[in-house]
Nanobody, 125 residues
Framework: QVRLVESGGDLVQPGGSLRLSCAAS????????MAWYRQAPGKQRELVAQ???????NYTDSVKGRFTISRDNAKRMVYLQMNSLKPEDTARYYC???????????????????WGQGTQVTVFS
């Protein structure tokens, strides 16, 4: 089995910064595209940023220039550095991996569309 666990969410004032982390665990061989999504109360979950195994990344327009996604393949980690936070960034942030190749015993398998439990970011004035 594989598991994604987010951390780093907190209460912060507007203009502040946070760094979210997502750790993948299991007998992992490779993680393909990783992403951060967020969901505010009463709203649909939206893609914030994604990073491909090549390192190429893209962002939703509202966070461009403020957020930076990065990954450490050796540590099976993905990060989201969030600067200049705004109240509208308040949401629960979720880590996602589109495909994780891993071993179940001696059998190579893949897990598709894996999600963590989320971490809460609240920006208050």
């Amino acid at each position: 089995q594989v598991r994604l666990v987010e951390s780093g969410g907190d209460l912060v004032q507007p203009g502040g910064s946070l760094r979210l982390s997502c750790a993948a665990s299991g007998t992992i061989v490779r993680i393909h595209t990783m992403a951060w999504y967020r969901q505010a109360p009463g709203k649909q979950r939206e893609l914030v940023a994604q990073i491909f195994s090549s390192g190429f990344s893209n962002y939703t327009d509202s966070v461009k220039g403020r957020f930076t996604i990065s990954r450490d393949n050796a540590k099976r980690m993905v990060y989201l550095q969030m600067n200049s936070l705004k109240p509208e960034d308040t949401a629960r942030y979720y880590c996602n991996a589109d495909r994780i190749e891993y071993y179940r015993g001696n059998l190579p398998v893949s897990a598709y569309n894996s999600w963590g439990q989320g971490t809460q970011v609240t920006v208050f004035s």
